[in-house]
């Protein structure tokens, strides 16, 4: 039998739109056998989220998707099953999640210089978690305000990598994320690595310093790859000797490209990222 192992998803306690529970809920309804809650930069979504798959006897696994920059560039580290109360891990989210306040402060200076006044009163007034600030809250605030008819169109004239508001959250180093998640027991995994803007040469360097500093796996089933990305993210995984996840990164409903549990299998031939967890009987 195959399970449905979805490692990757959003609350209101960084950027999506539901709760910890009702999550759960969504994920359990859609036949998700384990699940794992990883919001950006921030753990308090995790007691919520585990005593709500508990209730529904559904598998739960504490994961967290932390900013990570990277010679310039912004790259998503998940760490999946981890002690939420590691406290070099919080402390350092808690950097993290300062960081992103400074971050939102000078977003909201770029929006004034594109003739948006007041967006990060705007933008706090869209935030579920005071202590948890990014893009999406700004986009949603650009809608509400009447200046853009969607978040789509918030991120391309705004907000989007490389766009007149975009300014990078800045991260923790490689070397930091993977210490924490390996510290908190969990495994250090690359989040969604196609969506990366970088030559092959710097994706291969990558994989190399993550390799070596300890990281365990890399997402091959994710929305954010096309069936091409992830053959060829499978074949990477083989050749680097990377534990694949798979996760459908939901954020709300209707929104994106991948509801809870709505993911193919992982290609054959790779060790599952839950390996040792007591998932899948054949692991
Ligand atoms: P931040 O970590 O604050 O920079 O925000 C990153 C988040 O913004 C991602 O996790 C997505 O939720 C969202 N996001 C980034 N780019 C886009 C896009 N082009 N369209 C919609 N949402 C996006
Ligand atoms: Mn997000
Ligand atoms: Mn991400
Ligand atoms: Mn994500």
Redesign the pocket.
């Known amino acids: 039998m195959n399970l449905n192992i979805d490692l990757h998803s959003h609350s209101a306690q960084s950027?999506g739109a539901l709760r910890p529970s009702e999550v759960a809920a969504r994920a359990h309804e859609r036949g998700v056998d384990c699940w794992a809650l990883s919001d950006?930069d921030a753990l308090s979504g995790l007691p919520e989220a585990a005593a709500a798959a508990a209730a529904l006897g559904m598998r739960f696994i504490a994961g967290v998707e932390v900013?990570v920059t990277h010679q310039a560039t912004?790259v998503h580290v998940l760490g999946l099953n981890i002690d939420p109360d590691y406290v070099p891990l919080r402390d350092g989210l808690r950097g993290i999640r300062a960081a992103?306040h400074v971050r939102a402060r000078r977003l909201a200076a770029r929006l004034e210089e594109c003739g948006v006044p007041g967006a990060l009163e705007g933008a706090l007034r869209e935030v579920n978690n005071p202590d948890l600030i990014?893009?999406?809250h700004f986009?949603r605030f650009l809608v509400q305000s009447g200046v853009c008819q969607s978040?789509?169109e918030a991120?391309e004239r705004f907000l989007?990598?490389g766009r007149k508001a975009c300014v990078p959250?800045a991260g923790a180093s490689l070397e930091e994320a993977v210490g924490w998640i390996r510290g908190a027991g969990g495994k250090a995994v690359i989040a969604h690595p196609a969506r990366y803007r970088c030559k092959p040469a710097q994706r291969k360097a990558l994989f190399g310093a993550f390799k070596d500093l300890g990281g365990q796996g890399i997402e091959v089933v994710t929305p954010s790859h096309t069936p091409d990305q992830c053959r060829q993210y499978a074949r990477l995984a083989r050749e680097y000797d990377f534990e694949a996840s798979c996760g459908s990164d939901f954020?709300a409903p209707g929104a994106g490209r991948a509801d809870l549990g709505g993911l193919s299998a992982l290609p054959d031939g790779l060790t599952p990222i839950w390996r040792g967890w007591g998932v899948d009987p054949s692991f």
């Open positions: 950027d950006h900013s912004t992103r990014g893009r999406v986009a978040l789509r991120f989007g990598d959250v954020h």
